[in-house]
T-cell receptor, first 116, second 115 residues
Framework: AQSVAQPEDQVNVAEGNPLTVKCTYSVSGNPYLFWYVQYPNRGLQFLLK??????LVKGSYGFEAEFNKSQTSFHLKKPSALVSDSALYFCAVRDPNKAAGNKLTFGGGTRVLVKP | EPEVTQTPSHQVTQMGQEVILRCVPI?????FYWYRQILGQKVEFLVSFYNNEISEKSEIFDDQFSVERPDGSNFTLKIRSTKLEDSAMYFC?????????????FGQGTRLTVV
């Protein structure tokens, strides 16, 4: 069964500093990986995905993520964090062996707090 | 930008009552989903729906739950007899293609409180 782990419940960073949110996964075969962000009282917003190809994926709002197969990781990064990046971030994996459906398995979420 | 919309944003119901949560997916999407998030816990998959039938469901999605696409635009989740442990945020989502590696777009959620 597929699973996702986000080892940090919360990440604190000063505005302007680099931001990293960690994610590791477990799935048989090559994974499909996603990052979503949830702002207060809002739904989950898609940030980026890795399907195949270049290990560095660029997404919305200046975020990027690096797929590392040997470490089974897909860490989310932003070179210079903004106060407005403060939110709850979810990593998710989809089983590529599933022929139908698009079930996502989510990590527990990491709360990011960017301080001015 | 097209979006998934859910109504109501918050529903309070008494234990044992039936509730229907409503969603309008993005219009050209073909796959529809329900997820839920109990307070402080992970977002959990409930069910996916394609071509007017359930394509996948989790162990959470028992006989108390049902989904329906009553017309060309709405997608509903019904809980027949609510329990206290059904209290959660319920998210509807939709995606563009069957089996495609397309991201799911989520609604803003319905917070269900069972008292």
């Amino acid at each position: 069964a597929q699973s996702v782990a986000q080892p940090e419940d919360q990440v604190n960073v000063a505005e302007g500093n680099p931001l990293t949110v960690k994610c590791t996964y477990s799935v048989s075969g090559n994974p499909y990986l996603f990052w979503y962000v949830q702002y207060p009282n809002r739904g989950l917003q898609f940030l980026l995905k890795y399907i195949t190809g270049d290990n560095l994926v660029k997404g919305s709002y200046g975020f990027e993520a690096e797929f590392n197969k040997s470490q089974t990781s897909f860490h989310l990064k932003k070179p210079s964090a903004l106060v407005s990046d403060s939110a709850l971030y979810f990593c998710a994996v989809r089983d590529p062996n599933k022929a139908a459906g698009n079930k996502l398995t989510f990590g527990g979420g990491t709360r990011v707090l960017v301080k001015p | 930008e097209p979006e998934v919309t859910q109504t109501p944003s918050h529903q309070v119901t008494q234990m044992g009552q039936e509730v229907i949560l409503r969603c309008v997916p993005i219009s050209n999407h073909l796959y529809f989903y329900w997820y839920r998030q109990i307070l402080g816990q992970k977002v959990e998959f409930l069910v996916s729906f394609y071509n007017n039938e359930i394509s996948e469901k989790s162990e959470i999605f028992d006989d108390q739950f049902s989904v329906e696409r009553p017309d060309g635009s709405n997608f509903t989740l019904k809980i027949r007899s609510t329990k206290l442990e059904d209290s959660a945020m319920y998210f509807c989502a939709s995606s563009e293609r069957t089996g495609g590696i397309n991201e799911a777009f989520f609604g803003q959620g319905t917070r269900l409180t069972v008292v």
